[in-house]
């Protein structure tokens, strides 16, 4: 999850999710876009969010799936 990703105060959430993991069991960490962290950040930020961004393709909340509901 990032949030605010271009901005001085943004935050990037990390879930790991190993194969058959109960949600609870699945480590979490999160990075801040300053400090230490900001090397960190800035690959999340541009090799995943973006590009997973890129790929996405819109989705129509008024005739989802049953399966989604």
């Not at 995943?48 to 399966?67: G, H, Q, R």
Request: with cysteine.
């Amino acid at each position: 999850m990032v949030l605010n990703g271009s901005h001085a105060d943004g935050k990037i959430r990390v879930d790991l999710q190993p194969f058959q993991a109960q949600a609870i069991e699945r480590p979490v960490f999160e990075l801040f876009q300053e400090g230490d962290d900001i090397k960190w950040y800035n690959m999340f930020l541009h090799q995943y969010s973006e590009v997973l961004w890129s790929m996405a393709t819109p989705v129509d909340l008024d005739n989802l799936p049953p399966e989604c509901l």
